[in-house]
């Protein structure tokens, strides 16, 4: 199982950012995807997660708003529509999948079986 997530990148406060990863080795329709974020000396936390078929999405109260969360199944791929960023954004964003054809998307590190190498994301004030 691969996820590779791309997109990061420096950008000022109350840029733009669009986040991908991309799913390879499972079937990617069965599984809910979330992206987490990890700032340094924090912990891993739950930035917005989506099911397998988009009907049900989770967004941390801190993103609300500004965040989307996406998929397409056709592609394998996840996205993550970053606006408004600001600086308290900053972390490695990593991308996880736990599989769950009936459509649970949960906050929780250990639902998710798989999970990728992180981008970097930095917000300058």
């Known amino acids: 199982v691969q996820l590779q997530a791309s997109g990061g990148g420096l950008v000022q406060a109350g840029g733009s950012l669009r986040l991908s990863c991309a799913a390879s080795?499972?079937?990617?329709?069965?599984?809910?995807m979330a992206w987490f974020r990890q700032a340094p000396g924090k912990e891993r936390e739950l930035v917005a997660g989506v099911s397998w078929s988009a009907t049900s999405t989770s967004y941390a109260d801190s993103v609300k708003g500004r965040f989307t969360i996406s998929r397409d199944n056709a592609k394998n791929t996840i996205y993550l529509q970053m606006n408004s960023l600001k600086p308290e954004d900053t972390a490695v964003y990593f991308c996880k999948a736990a599989y769950a054809p009936g459509g649970l998307v949960s906050g929780l590190k250990r639902f998710y079986e798989y999970w990728g190498l992180g981008t970097q994301v930095t917000v300058s004030s």
């Open positions: 080795g499972i079937t990617f329709s069965e599984y809910t």
